[in-house]
């Protein structure tokens, strides 16, 4: 069955730092990936978007990359702030007009 | 660009009654829109898929009876839940595609808590 993993349900790391998230899939072939962050009690808020034949992406402190060998992709914020802290989740999509599958999404805390 | 609104932002309903969410897509028109339900530390896990002017297609396991999908015109669709149960209660949250200027993207609602008591 198709599957999406976020490596780790909380992640705390400290402000400044970089924090690397971790989105794997099984049995999907997905057209690209997105990550969106949630707050609580919120939608979801779309991040970045990268496709499958695209290696890597950037905006702001945010980076994401694309491995469809590894069947990975990793999230990267860089000189993370408190403001970071949410959730973070991943989401595939085959084509273009199908719904979104999201990984369970992993919690994040930048301690200051 | 490409904003859905979504109300209300949050309800509380007696056990048996029903209750309506709308979600209006205000700067574009949206031909699809998904709905999706999310539980406390859990994934947003889909409901159901509407497209503009004909019948929903639902997930496995839930029950087209129970949550019931309008999607009548390009900017407006709703979602219903119908004799709620306790069980019902969760945050759901709808979704649009878009295309704007070559670009493709999804944008989401702010979702709706629905507290069955």
């Known amino acids: 069955s198709q599957k999406i993993e976020q490596n780790s349900e909380a992640l705390n790391i400290q402000e400044g730092k970089t924090a690397t998230l971790t989105c794997n899939y099984t049995?999907?072939?997905?057209?690209?990936l997105q990550w969106y962050r949630q707050d609580p009690g919120r939608g979801p808020v779309f991040l970045l978007l990268?496709?499958?034949?695209?290696k890597e992406k950037r905006k702001e402190r945010l980076k994401v990359t694309f491995d469809t060998t590894l069947k990975q992709s990793l999230f990267h914020i860089t000189a993370s702030q408190p403001a970071d802290s949410a959730t973070y989740l991943c989401a595939l999509a085959t084509t273009g007009n199908t719904p979104l599958v999201f990984g369970k999404g992993t919690r994040l805390s930048v301690i200051a | 660009g490409a904003v859905v609104s979504q109300h209300p932002s949050w309800v509380i309903c007696k056990s048996g009654t029903s209750v309506k969410i709308e979600c209006r897509s205000l700067d574009f028109q949206a031909t699809t829109m998904f709905w999706y339900r999310q539980f406390p530390k859990q994934s947003l896990m889909l409901m159901a898929t509407s497209n503009e002017g004909s019948k929903a297609t639902y997930e496995q396991g839930v029950e087209k009876d129970k949550f019931l999908i309008n999607h009548a015109s390009l900017t407006l669709s709703t979602l219903t839940v119908t004799s709620a149960h306790p069980e019902d209660s969760s945050f759901y949250i709808c979704?649009?595609?878009?295309?704007?200027?070559?670009?493709?993207?999804?944008?989401f609602g702010s979702g709706t808590r629905l507290t069955v008591v």
């Open positions: 990268i496709r499958e034949n695209e």
């Open positions: 979704s649009a595609s878009f295309r704007d200027r070559g670009r493709h993207g999804y944008t």
């Open positions: 049995n999907y072939s997905p057209a690209y």
